[in-house]
């Protein structure tokens, strides 16, 4: 079945640091990639989704670009700060899954001051 | 404002006991998903519904039990035959499904057992 592989955590920065979080994916046929960020005690929040290969996906100053040669959406954000300390997680939908989500891991980012 | 609202935010249960936590979306949305977090094991679908009167077990649906009576509302059962059901239960919402739309989650609920 389709699932999703991600980078294992903790992973502790400085702030201004290089962040990159590594997913790869194994589907049957074209899946939509996404990447979600959880805060403390909160429910999942949409970052960014691609839905074709090579698209890019941003937002918040995160990308990701969907490629399906290596089968991988890798998150990445040139220059972090303190709030972006959360659980983000990969995640892909697709025609073979009936269009649920499934879910990476997840991995968990802190960033220090 | 358009949202999904999972209440309790919190909630104890007793051994044996049934409990219900409650999801409503105001999106419009045909689809939505009940899945069950714990720590360091990512998100796992318990039961997910395409369209109203009709619902599909996920990956960990045992123990578990859901209607969809109403297209806004999908409950959550968790009965006494779930044998560790302390978690957190993420509710969640979408567009028919179609590749790229995107599930929209509520705020969570969290569940104890005592």
């Known amino acids: 079945g389709d699932s999703v592989t991600q980078m294992e955590g903790p992973v502790t920065l400085s702030e201004e640091a290089f962040l990159t979080i590594n997913c790869t994916y194994t589907?049957?046929?074209?899946?939509?990639l996404f990447w979600y960020v959880q805060y403390p005690g909160e429910g999942l929040q949409l970052l960014l989704k691609?839905?074709?290969?090579?698209d890019k996906g941003s937002n918040k100053g995160f990308e990701a670009t969907y490629r399906k040669e290596t089968t991988s959406f890798h998150l990445e954000k040139g220059s972090v700060q303190v709030s972006d300390s959360a659980v983000y997680f990969c995640?892909?939908?697709?025609?073979?899954?009936?269009?649920?989500?499934?879910f990476g891991a997840g991995t968990t980012v802190t960033v220090r001051a | 404002d358009g949202g999904i609202t999972q209440s309790p935010k919190y909630l104890f249960r007793k051994e044996g006991q049934n409990v219900t936590l409650s999801c409503e979306q105001n999106l419009n949305h045909d689809a939505m998903y009940w899945y069950r977090q714990d720590p360091g094991q990512g998100l796992r679908l318990i039961y997910y519904s395409q369209i109203v009167n009709d619902f599909q077990k996920g990956d960990i649906a045992e123990g578990y039990s859901v209607s969809r009576e109403k297209k806004e509302s999908f409950p959550l059962t968790v009965t006494s035959a779930q044998k560790n059901p302390t978690a957190f239960y993420l509710c969640?919402?979408?567009?028919?499904?179609?590749?790229?739309?995107?599930?929209?989650f509520g705020e969570g609920s969290w569940l104890t057992v005592v």
């Open positions: 969640a919402s979408s567009a028919a499904g179609r590749s790229g739309n995107t599930i929209y």
């Open positions: 589907a049957t046929g074209y899946p939509s």
């Open positions: 995640a892909l939908s697709g025609f073979s899954n009936d269009y649920k989500l499934s």
């Open positions: 691609a839905t074709k290969a090579d």
